[in-house]
Structure formats: structure tokens, C-alpha cells
């Protein structure tokens, strides 16, 4: 099987505020990375609206089936390309932060919900996500879904390895201080679950914040197969499900778990 | 509170297959350490027998109690240093990988039977021990032993960070080409768990065997505070509760899970 070739769009995301903005960028980095032979191009979290937009969120966000998904769905249709792409989903008086998975036919794939919100700001404009482990498949690879502080926490992502998770898909919108998360986390992550992670963060300066980049591609062996740096820029790298199978067979973690116990970390 | 200094003897090890020039090795290190103002010294893992001994380990294994634990007890007391050392125990017709604590008075404070056995080697010669989480506290600052392999499991070190551990102590013998594990895997063990992590390995051959040292302290910030290189050393560096204090309210791992969403984990 071929591998899976994954275009990580690291930017100042779409336009803050303006998601007509945001479509076009999607539009063009989705046609560069068909250009380049990508199956699946993954935005940074928020990528739709912008990331620090306080209670604008509340007023961009589209309920599902919007207009803003129906684009993405021609986008991803026209250049024969699936789209992971963040942005906030309203439902009722509740907003989500989400994570859309759009499949090269234009449909709708998965939806997932963060279910570890950061911080304060966070926490006052989104409703927290119940369902940890959201999957999709793409060519035959099962791909799940997460998003920035989520794989922070060993957990989440020890669960999708669990459930057969191949290719880990995190947009993100990560601030200085934390650079210790894209060099250090994230390829610990990938190796102790012997799983790909494409994570995918934003860049410069939005609001109080300052974004860090250093989005990447990290294999099951934990080598960083891609890098970016602190700038704009649509990242390429392959996903092999040959390497995965190797280097699961190399460090069995999955196999030489102890389940029984683990019991304190589920404890409520 | 003064900064807990650890002595991280990394080496060859105790000198394989012979149990007292391993002690004579311990004692001079003691000696150093307790010079250089350390109160805890760690060894590598299986320091008083070796690693790569086979069959032999079953008839070097002593009962919990023997004359090597009161020898190291005697040399604990004499330097008033605390020392965690790897070694055999025998149990009736079991043997045990163990991390033994002894306290700067010479009384034994914890032991620790090793739960995550790697391959097959040690699934052949030792028993798995069934107890996660072990710990004792010196100078006031709460300590766990885990052994080599159980540290890259993410879930065993989240088990102790959710017991109360602030310093992880893991004698190891880590062999090539796992370099990622002290490179990667640790700081990040840290990192996650807001908590000091102290990994002591063997280094050069030893029987089939290539120990890569590396040994290093890494702090809850995630930055490793010392690191040795391929060769014997002996490594000093410090655990600070006022640090760590800091990094968990930075990066608040611990009150910001969602045990709830992990069930899977804890699957048989």
C-alpha cells in the first residue's frame, strides 16, 4: 500500500475573523498539496475563524451542515483531497471547538470535539467534547482525531492507539512558552504508541498570543519525519503503514501493557 | 527546603557475576557522592549482579535480607547518604528485578519488584512484580522507583505522578539503538507529570548487550538538568520542590485530566 502522503498547513491559519478569507487560503494550500500528490491536508485548530476571537467565536460559529463546511466539501471534492480542518461548530447554546474531517468525495467523514480544554479563556467561550475517539479512514488508513492540549495528555492518545489508530491528526494552536510540546511531546507521543501524529500548529502573533509553529510529522519510531519552522508554510510528509508495522513489532508497547495496573488512572 | 541532590552512578555497572567488587564500586561512590553533598545515590539497573547473566542471576539472587542488603545498609549509614540499587531478589522458587531504597540510617525503606518485563531474557528468568506504585519519602520529598522498561509506558509513571511521586528514580539497562528513550521519552515522562526524573543506566557491552548510558535527571519543566554521556560517570544534580511547585501550576497535567474518558486503558 502506498503511503499516505499529508500536507500540514502551518500558518497564521485562515483570516481571524473572516472565514471567507480562511476558505480561500484552504482552497489554494489544498491545491498545492494535490499538486504535490497529498491525500490529506490537515489545518492548525481554529484555522476557520481565528483562534483568539473571545465571544466573536460564539457569533462565527456554524451549526453542522453549515455554509462554511459546504465549501470545504467542494474544495476537498474539486482537488480529490480529504481536509482535516479546525473551527468552531455552535449546537444550541453550546460552542465546540472541532476538529472536520472532509473525504476526497466532498463528505462528511467525522466531527470531533476537544475534550481537554486549556485554560481559562478556553474554558469560558467552549463547550468541552464527551467522546474521546473519533476515527475515519483514508486509503486505508484509520485516522483519528485530536486537538492541541488533548495530546498533551498521554492518555487520549494512548486510547487511539487502543482503537487502531494508524495516522494521529492534532490541528493546534500552540503559544510560546510551551515549544517543549512540538520537540519533545508529540515524537514521544508518536514512538510510545507506535503511531504517525501530524501536528499542526499556527504561527505568529494573534491577540496575546504568539503562536510557535514547529508544526510536524513524527513516526512510530520517533523520528521527526517533517519540521517547520516559525513561519508560514505547507509542510509534506508520508505516513507508511510498512514503518508502523515495524515498529510496532520492534517496541510491542501495546502488547506489553499491564491494564490491571493501570486502575488509578481512570479514577474519578 | 534545600534541593534534594541525586547521585546518578552510571556505569559498567556492579562488575558482572561478582557481587562484592559491585559493593566495593557502591561504597566509593557513596563516598563521592555523600563528599559532593548528594543524599540520594542511584545505581543502574541489576548494579550488584549484572545484567546478562542468564541462569546465572536465579543462583546470585538473595532473599530480602540477605548480606548484600546489609552491607549496602552499612555503607548507606556510614556516608548518611540514601541509596537505590538494582539487584535480584529471590522469593521461593521466584525471582524479582528489583529497585531496593535503603535510608540514610541503613533501614530499608521501600522495594520495588520490576512490573513491565521486556522480552523475552527477562520474561525467562524473573516474575513480574504486581505492584504499580511504590514509594518512600527522604528528606521530605516523595520518592518512586520504576525500572527501565516500566518508564516508557506512559501509564505506570502517571500512576505514580497521581500517587504523589515528585522524584522518579529508575536504575535501567537500556541497550542500542533505543537511544530515543532517555533522549526523548523521559523528559517527556517528566514534562507530563510535573515531576523530577531521575534514569540511571549501564553503559559499554555486556554479553550480547551495548548499554547506551545517557543517564540524566529531567525536571518537571521538561529540560534535562544533567545528562552523561556513553561512559562511567557519576551525575549530580538536584530535584527542587519550589520548581516543581511551579511547573504543575504552569502546566496543570494533573487537575486538568478527564479520567472519565479513559476506560480503555484499563481494558483487559
Known amino acids: 500500500m502506498a503511503p499516505l502522503r499529508t500536507a500540514l498547513l502551518q500558518g497564521p491559519g485562515g483570516i481571524p475573523g473572516s472565514v471567507g478569507d480562511s476558505l480561500a487560503v484552504l482552497a489554494d494550500a489544498a491545491r498545492q498539496a494535490a499538486e504535490q500528490g497529498a491525500r490529506l491536508l490537515v489545518t492548525d485548530e481554529m484555522f476557520l475563524t481565528g483562534y483568539a476571537l473571545g465571544d466573536r467565536v460564539a457569533e462565527l460559529a456554524e451549526p453542522a451542515g453549515g455554509p462554511a463546511q459546504a465549501r470545504v466539501a467542494e474544495i476537498a471534492a474539486r482537488h480529490r483531497i480529504g481536509i482535516v480542518y479546525g473551527a468552531p461548530e455552535r449546537e444550541g447554546d453550546a460552542v465546540f471547538n472541532t476538529a472536520r474531517f472532509v473525504g476526497p468525495d466532498g463528505g462528511l467523514l467525522a466531527v470531533y470535539r476537544k475534550t481537554h480544554l486549556f485554560g481559562d479563556y478556553e474554558r469560558n467561550v467552549f463547550t468541552a467534547g464527551a467522546e474521546p475517539v473519533v476515527q475515519a479512514e483514508l486509503d486505508g488508513v484509520r485516522i483519528g482525531l485530536l486537538i492541541c492540549y488533548d495530546v498533551e495528555f498521554p492518555e487520549p492518545v494512548r486510547a487511539h492507539a487502543l482503537a487502531g489508530t494508524e495516522l494521529l491528526v492534532v490541528p493546534t494552536a500552540l503559544m510560546r ?55 508560514g508554510e505547507l509542510l509534506l510528509a508520508d505516513a507508511d503503514l510498512a514503518m508502523l508495522r515495524a515498529a510496532r513489532a520492534q517496541t510491542p508497547y501495546l502488547t506489553d501493557r499491564r491494564p490491571e495496573l493501570y486502575r488509578s488512572l481512570t479514577d474519578g
Open 177 to 231: 512558552p510551551y515549544e517543549v510540546v512540538p520537540r519533545t511531546l508529540v515524537p514521544a507521543r508518536a514512538y510510545e504508541n507506535g503511531l504517525f501524529l501530524a501536528y499542526v500548529n499556527r504561527c505568529g502573533p494573534e491577540g496575546s498570543y504568539d503562536f510557535t509553529g514547529l508544526s510536524c510529522l513524527a513516526g512510530p519510531d520517533g523520528v521527526v519525519r517533517a519540521r517547520a519552522g516559525g513561519a
